[in-house]
């Protein structure tokens, strides 16, 4: 039997990516513009908790930092 992972889990990764993604900004080091990476990562994983718990604040919010995310990809690495 496959053991899923943990919804609460999903959500504290998807928090701990968050942080590590504008910890990386504040820093101001040369790897910064791979926050836009990891924030999209976070992002992407707090709009499917948004749909799984059905809060369409949180997939509205976090649909518009995936926006500015791919934005920031889109300069900084295109």
Excluded: C, Q
Aim: aromatic share 20%; net charge positive; no cysteine.
């Amino acid at each position: 039997m496959k053991k899923h992972l943990n919804f609460d889990t999903l959500k504290w990764i998807a928090s701990i990516i968050g942080f590590i993604g504008a910890m990386t900004i504040a820093l101001n080091i040369p790897y910064s513009k791979y926050a836009f990476i990891i924030f999209s990562v976070s992002s992407s994983l707090w709009i499917y908790s948004g749909f799984r718990i059905k809060e369409n604040s949180i997939v509205f919010l976090h649909s518009g930092f995936l926006i500015v995310d791919i934005v920031g990809i889109y300069k900084w690495f295109l």
